[in-house]
């Protein structure tokens, strides 16, 4: 029993770990937009993947080339937004 519960708890922390990996925020490039059907495709490191968007993000406000940050669960974006300009170095 005591060792079925260690693999229990191994189990369940490894699964943890890999929901957490999927979740987070990530740049990318907005290579295709389908707002009425919700959906829109990012190039990530190099890697185009299809993503469904929440029905709280609103994809109008994105168009193809635009560099985006954004969180997402697995397949589904939770928020996206511009990304952030590069400064310009300063000095001289």
Not at 54 to 71: I, P, S
Not at 75 to 82: F, L, N, R, T, Y
Not at 84 to 89: D, G, Q, R
């Amino acid at each position: 029993m005591k060792k079925l519960s260690v693999v229990l708890v191994v189990v369940l922390s490894l699964c943890l770990v890999v929901s957490l990996a999927f979740a987070g925020d990530m740049k990318g490039t907005v290579k295709q937009v389908d707002a009425k059907a919700g959906s829109i495709v990012l190039t990530v490191d190099g890697k185009d993947s299809m993503f469904k968007a929440d029905k709280a993000v609103d994809l109008t406000k994105v168009k193809a080339g635009d560099k985006v940050e954004f969180t997402a669960d697995k397949e589904v974006i939770k928020s996206i937004k511009a990304a952030a300009a590069k400064k310009a170095p300063v000095g001289c």
